[in-house]
């Protein structure tokens, strides 16, 4: 069973930084993309990040370039992102996605993607 296990959410202020990770198992990932998404209440699931198969293209939505930083452990079968800098508007819930096909590139649209994590609240207070 395929799974993919997000951890490292919670309730931060403003200005502060935290690292999620997300643990795949069940299956290799090493020669696929990955990627987080976000939604927040009432909006859709979007693109924040997204890596592909070895680590030497990445992604990042306009509202956090700069901020924050997507990466990969192959070894590990793990896919981090280090947030800094959090926003009130970074407050959401945030997913990781892996795709199952392989692939040298990376994708941005949530259906190019397979398999999902169930999801970790970002809480940024003001």
């Known amino acids: 069973q395929v799974r993919l296990v997000e951890s490292g959410g919670g309730l931060v202020q403003a200005g502060d930084s935290l690292r999620l990770s997300c643990a795949a198992s069940?299956?290799?990932?090493?020669?696929?993309?990955m990627a987080w998404f976000r939604q927040a209440p009432g909006k859709e699931r979007d693109i924040v990040a997204t890596?592909?198969?070895?680590?030497?293209?990445?992604y990042y939505t306009g509202s956090v370039q700069g901020r924050f930083a997507i990466s990969r452990d192959n070894a590990k079968s793990t896919v981090y992102l280090q947030m800094t800098s959090l926003k009130p508007e970074d407050t959401a819930v945030y997913y990781c996605?892996?795709?199952?096909?392989?692939?040298?590139?990376?994708?941005?649209?949530?259906?190019?993607?397979?398999?999902w994590g169930q999801g970790t609240q970002v809480t940024v207070s003001s």
């Open positions: 996605a892996a795709r199952e096909s392989p692939s040298p590139y990376y994708y941005t649209g949530k259906y190019e993607y397979d398999y």
């Open positions: 069940g299956r290799t990932f090493s020669s696929s993309p």
């Open positions: 890596i592909n198969w070895n680590g030497d293209a990445t």
